[in-house]
């Protein structure tokens, strides 16, 4: 291949994004002004830039401990993609209590508590204060949407363990003790995996 697009595991696609092999190596979407976050990203394969990754993991630390730290310090130089190609399921305004996610966005990129690891029902994230920046009922609606066009034999990688299942229930206890606002502790769990817990 010429180009690829890497996506990260945690991250849906919901537009074509063709459009985007036009762009040279490396483009991906700001984290901020001066880095990139590398869950969707283009490079062009290629054995000099491998042979430098490899040389380089040796001798250059990641500031976060993961590929994308490494590689921001690796590719200082890089080309911006607009935020929709792969939209950061943060909210970070005081003012925006729905935390919804527009039609115009091509991917959305699952930060904080995973779909899947929470109830079908609603965003977990809701449950603990320090997580409400991620959460968006509108995105977790969006992800369980994909869910269920998925052939079954692949729904159950997404299975609710026992012990997600006890981390939930823990947090939506200490919300409704909490009685915060946004009340998602009081919605009625109806998600079915509950049933077959692995």
């Known amino acids: 291949y010429d180009k690829i697009i890497f996506i990260d595991a945690d991250l849906i696609v919901l537009k074509n994004i063709d459009e985007f092999f036009v762009y040279p190596q490396l483009s991906a979407v700001g984290n901020d002004k001066f880095l990139f976050n590398s869950g969707v990203m283009l490079v062009e394969p290629s054995k000099c830039t491998f042979k430098t990754l490899m040389e380089k993991r040796f001798t250059v630390a990641s500031y976060n401990g993961g590929d994308q730290g490494f590689l ?3 590719f200082t130089w890089w080309h911006r993609w607009p935020s929709r190609l792969n939209h950061l399921k943060i909210f970070k305004r005081v003012d925006d209590d729905d935390h919804e996610v527009g039609e115009d966005v091509h991917t959305i990129h699952y930060l904080g508590l995973k ?21 968006s009922d509108s995105a977790h ?4 949407q994909v869910y269920e066009a998925m ?22 206890g200490k919300a409704k003790e909490a009685g915060l606002p946004d009340k998602h502790w009081k919605i009625k769990v109806k998600d079915p995996r509950r049933h077959c817990l692995l």
């Open 72 to 74: 921001n310090e690796v």
């Open 115 to 135: 779909p899947w690891m929470c109830y079908e029902d609603y965003d977990c994230n809701w449950d603990t204060l320090n997580h409400h920046v991620f959460a």
């Open 141 to 144: 609606r969006r992800w369980w």
């Open 151 to 172: 052939p079954k034999r692949l729904r159950q990688y997404c299975a609710l363990t026992k012990t997600m299942d006890a981390r939930i229930r823990k947090w939506r």
